[in-house]
C-alpha cells in the first residue's frame, strides 16, 4: 500500500524558511510524477512544485525563485525548500503522486486532479 508521509512544517516570520519532506512506501520516486500542493482556508488546492517524469522540475509562478523541490533517490524521499517565506504562502503543504505507470510533461505534475496518492499534510504558517 503506498504511503506519503510529510514533515517538516511549523511556523516562521515572513523572510524565513522551512524545508518539507515527504517520505514515500511502496512506491518508486525516481522518475515518478509527483509533487508538492497547498490548500489555504477558503481556497482551491493548488500545485505548488512538481516533478514531471522526465525529471524536469515545474513551479507555480507564485513560489519560482524562492521554493525548491528535491528528491533523494536513495531515501526513496521528495522535498521541498521553500525560502523568503510570505504569509500568503500560510497552508496546508500534501504531497502527492501519481500511478507509477503515468507520465506527465508540461506542468501536470502540479497539477492536483491527476493525482492517485496523498499524504496527510503538514501546516505551514508564515507571520508577518
Known amino acids: 500500500q503506498v504511503r506519503l508521509v510529510e514533515s517538516g512544517g511549523g511556523s516562521v516570520q515572513a523572510g524565513g524558511s522551512l524545508r518539507l519532506s515527504c517520505a514515500a512506501s511502496?512506491?518508486?520516486?525516481?522518475?515518478?510524477?509527483m509533487g508538492w500542493f497547498r490548500q489555504a482556508p477558503g481556497k482551491e488546492r493548488e500545485g505548488v512544485a512538481g516533478f514531471e517524469s522526465d525529471g524536469t522540475a515545474s513551479y507555480a509562478d507564485s513560489v519560482k525563485a524562492r521554493f525548491t523541490i528535491s528528491k533523494d533517490n536513495a531515501k526513496n524521499t521528495l522535498y521541498l525548500q521553500m525560502n523568503s517565506l510570505k504569509p500568503e504562502d500560510t497552508a496546508m503543504y500534501y504531497c502527492a503522486a501519481a500511478s507509477s505507470y503515468a507520465f506527465c510533461s508540461g506542468g501536470y505534475s502540479i497539477n492536483p486532479g491527476a493525482k492517485n496518492y496523498w499524504g496527510q499534510g503538514t501546516q505551514v504558517t508564515v507571520s508577518s
Open positions: 511502496a512506491y518508486t520516486v525516481t522518475s515518478a510524477c
